[in-house]
């Protein structure tokens, strides 16, 4: 996983390697931490038990700094943690970086021996891993207030050793700049990243502007301007309605083509696309059955090429809905059955299930009432209900068509227009 969000962006636009990589340094950066921690306690104990041991007197407050540092690890670990948020890790790191600091207090009035009480390197690595995490994740002030206190642990060494160099001041900070970096540095390649995506975007959303301008809108308008004008010959020459007619027919399918193509450059790198038609909407709700999911059946008794366009999408949108609240729903359904039937003055839909789940929430813009304002803006009714024996749930929707709206089947070329449209 990456260290948070913004790095997750920037992983995400690596190879596929080298994200999985990226995405495991967390793992490895822990793993590093738990080994340091180890080490730093094993070189402790050697030094510690060495006859000639030229440091400190040995005492229990001699293992003060390995202290410090498991405490500054666990802080570490637990900063890593993907969902770690911005006031946890610079907390995280306060703390750390306090822990350190009280610890140079106690040791402060303690024998230091031929050179005092050192860092440890358990204590050093986690709070450079915090102060990475701190600057990649929290808010300016955040950083500041972690870093000030990072610097006062750094500068707490003067306290353990028993001289002092003019360099310690430059050390500490230098100590502060080698931790913020790494995360300031990510921070600024997402940042950077994030102006790319803007500018691409203003620049799709001129192309777009223009494609409408120059190509939809001048469509429309020679449309509209013929329709006007056969508006005005209509009853005086009849025949020049019809020859323009193909023309107005072409101008359309053009302008849609160019609203597809601009609708498809919208969409997101990933999304589902767009289905071709209706038909093919409700084929692709049929499903085998699966494990905790029933089997969706999906049976059409008719045309629906003859259907028009906002009649074949209601019908789409109201088995795609409840099919949906079936499979959320019923419990211990087996099937969730879709029957489509093209009659000649109606269409009958009935999406059915064999669980025992009761009626999904009704609200907002989804649900039954949301479908059955589909179905009744074009003169329908929906119902839903209990099934057959109680058992089960069914919406029953049926949509009238009248011959004004319903292609003869014997157009064959005018079916295939609707079918492509």
Known sequence: MALNRAFGRIVDRLPAAGGALARAVPLIVAALLVVVLVQSATSLATDLSDPAWPGPPVTPMSYLPLASGAMATLLALVALRPRSGPALTTGATAGAALGVGAVSVLLWPLPKGTFGFGFATAEIMPLLVLLTLTALRARPWHVTAAALVAFTAAVSDHLREPFFWPGQITTGLGFVAVGLAPGLYLRWREAQRRTHVERARAQERLAIARDLHDVVAHEVTGIVVQ???????????????????????????????????????????????LSPSPAEGLAALAAPAAAGRPEVRVSVDGRMSDL??????????????????????????????????????????????????????VGGGHG??????????????????????????????????????????????????????
């Open 368 to 421: 039954l009432v949301g479908m059955a304002e589909r179905v009744r803006l074009l003169g329908g009714d929906l119902t839903a209900g209990p099934g057959d024996h109680g058992h089960g749930w069914t919406v029953r929707a049926r949509l009238p068509l009248t011959a004004a709206t319903v292609p003869a089947t014997t157009a064959g070329a005018r079916d295939d227009r609707n079918e492509d449209a």
């Open 308 to 361: 028009p366009t906002d009649v074949a999408t209601t019908v789409l949108r109201v088995a795609q809905e409840s099919v949906t609240n079936a499979l959320r729903y019923a419990r211990g359904a087996a099937l969730v059955g879709v029957e489509v039937t093209v009659a000649a003055d109606e269409l009958r839909l009935r999406v059915h299930d064999d669980g025992r789940g009761g009626a999904p929430p």
């Open 227 to 273: 329709t006007q004008a056969l508006r005005h010959i209509a009853d005086r020459d009849p025949g020049a309605v019809r020859a323009a007619l193909p023309e107005i027919e072409a101008a359309g399918t053009r302008a849609l083509e160019s609203m597809r193509a601009m609708v498809a450059r919208l969409r997101e790198p990933g999304e589902a696309p």
